[in-house]
């Protein structure tokens, strides 16, 4: 079945770039999402890429596909205290409407 | 973007009890999904709200446990019966807002404590 599958944590140091991992199964997944959580509060959609993509670059955020191996990354340059955060890696399954979620993947940031 | 609100935001409930969970949207939207959020673990999708028609559930959650209401486009309820500690856990409603990728906007969730 579909699947998705991320690091649960990460630990950075502030100014350093933040690299988050994913991988997912389902090959005809029309669009990948990141997502961020902050604490107490729901998702937010960060940025998402078209499967027919490999790089997307938005400000701070670079996410980068390959199709072939499924594998998705998200990028962020220059990690500041504020983005300490759960990341969501999110796969559109076929047919829109249904959307599977890695376990997200915690991000902390040092000073 | 669509704004959710969602209450109660957390709260504490005695085994065998019933909680119900409200969500409302700023805008009116044709499909709402209700998930749940367990620690270190993926969100899960329970059900799938439309107005005017019953949810549905995906597997594993049923009618009788997860009871939802939909009567309009801007409001929906998810109750928790007959509760348990393995139902504590953080629950969301969602909205699919936008043309095109189907980004979700989730509200702040309710965090549930089953004791």
């Known amino acids: 079945g579909e699947d998705v599958e991320q690091s649960l944590f990460l630990s950075v140091r502030e100014g350093d770039s933040s690299v988050i991992n994913c991988t997912y199964t389902?090959?005809?997944?029309?669009?990948l999402y990141w997502y961020k959580q902050e604490p107490g509060a729901g998702l937010q959609l960060l940025t998402y890429?078209?499967?027919?993509?490999d790089m997307k670059q938005d400000q701070r955020l670079t996410v980068l596909l390959n199709k072939k191996d499924k594998h998705l990354s998200l990028r962020i340059a220059d990690t500041q205290t504020g983005d300490s955060a759960i990341y969501f890696c999110?796969?559109?399954?076929?047919?829109?409407?249904?959307?599977?979620f890695g376990a997200g993947t915690r991000l902390f940031v040092k000073a | 973007s669509a704004v959710i609100s969602q209450k109660p935001s957390r709260d504490i409930c005695q085994r065998g009890t019933s909680l119900t969970i409200q969500c409302q949207v700023d805008?009116?939207?044709?499909?709402m999904f209700w998930y749940r959020q367990q620690p270190g673990q993926s969100l899960t999708l329970i059900a799938t709200?439309?107005?005017?028609?019953?949810?549905?559930?995906e597997s594993g959650f049923v009618i009788d446990k997860f009871p939802i209401s939909r009567p309009n486009l801007t409001f929906s309820t998810l109750t928790v019966s007959n509760m348990s500690p393995e139902d504590s856990s953080i629950y969301l409603c969602?909205?699919?807002?936008?043309?095109?990728?189907?980004?979700?906007?989730f509200g702040s969730g309710t965090r549930l404590t089953v004791v």
């Open positions: 969602s909205v699919v807002t936008g043309v095109g990728p189907y980004g979700y906007t």
């Open positions: 389902d090959s005809s997944s029309t669009y």
């Open positions: 890429i078209f499967s027919n993509m």
């Open positions: 999110a796969e559109e399954v076929t047919g829109g409407f249904k959307t599977i």
């Open positions: 805008s009116q939207v044709t499909m």
């Open positions: 709200a439309n107005q005017g028609s019953e949810a549905t559930y």
